[in-house]
């Protein structure tokens, strides 16, 4: 488990294990589908579909498309979404909800698209990852995403370390968290080998 390394022509790169491939693949997989906008099965980007089909493909018709169809203005029940899409404004609601009806829809592409990056550059039967460094920073966000799904479903708080010392191995918990902290361990190496 030898994590991210620089490499020397730039970028980075790391070597994963079949299983291990396939616990990354599987849960950016679950975090795609969960982000993925259900009013648009196909996961168009930004700027696709709407009013980009009718006009001239410029700038105008990405703001003309915004503003004709903006997003909720409520965070998701889901408390794993809520995580992943969080209120710009804890304190006021009102431009919480504002904020978010012009910037939910980004965000969820910006996660789909990560995932996607991510699942496009690990082999699923393990081997070797080499990324560029735009590609490693987006293996850091969808990672991020992983880890923040992970620790809403575990509960993970600032004791949680001391109570997966206390859990037995069969506890079912015990594996989980112990993915959460391979990614914790991932993620680190991936911000040392580009820095």
Known sequence: MGGFRSRRKGGVTARFAASQAGIIRALVSQVEELVGDPADP??????????RERGTGGPLDDVAALLSNPGPDTPP??????????????DDTEAAGE???????????GKLAAARIVLDTLPEEGGRV??????????????????LALGVRLDI??????????????????AYLWVYDWLTYLQETLVRALW
Do not use: I
């Not at 708080?157 to 015990?174: G, I, K, V, Y």
């Open 99 to 109: 904020f978010r009806r012009f910037t939910e829809q980004d965000l969820r592409s």
């Open 157 to 174: 708080t600032e004791d949680t370390a001391q109570r997966s010392q206390d859990l037995d191995p069969a506890d079912p918990r015990s």
């Open 42 to 51: 196909a996961g168009a980007a930004p700027g696709q579909g709407g009013l």
């Open 130 to 147: 080499e990324l560029s460094e735009q590609d490693a920073q987006v293996w850091l966000r969808a990672l991020n995403d992983v880890r």
């Open 77 to 90: 029940d889901d408390p794993v979404l809520a995580r992943l899409l969080p209120d710009a404004y804890r």
